[in-house]
């Protein structure tokens, strides 16, 4: 199914029209994305790219018009500014972080 040129509301709706019950979710960059995203339909709007700072003020906006929804944050979320997107009230966070970082060598030892 080609998404291509359908716009943020057309893409949802045409997602929604062919999954039914499950929830859609939708990567967006713009507070408007966002709430054109919801509105037609997605349950879950992922913000990509933007800070802690200016998700704080989106965050509440989402949640007064739609306060089921969940919101995400991703793209330079790290182990240092993790709490900073918890506190802007994100429900979710992504991060390639551990990709990344040094491996870790550890042993578990299971026992009865």
């Known amino acids: 199914m080609s998404l291509l040129g359908a716009g943020v509301e057309g893409a949802v709706e045409r997602l929604v029209a062919r999954v039914g019950y499950r929830a859609v979710g939708v990567e967006v960059v713009t507070l408007e994305e966002a709430l054109e ?46 709490a900073d997107y918890a506190r802007a009230g994100v429900d979710v966070v992504v991060t390639s972080a551990p990709f990344r970082a040094l491996p870790l060598d550890f042993t578990t030892a299971m026992g009865r």
Do not use: C, H, M
Request: net charge positive; hydrophobic share 45%; proline share 4%.
């Open 37 to 82: 995203a919801l509105e037609a339909g997605a349950r879950y709007a992922r913000f990509d790219g933007v800070g802690p700072a200016t998700l704080n003020g989106w965050v509440r906006v989402v949640k007064a018009g739609f306060p089921e929804a969940r919101v995400g944050a991703s793209g330079g979320v790290t182990a240092e500014n993790v």
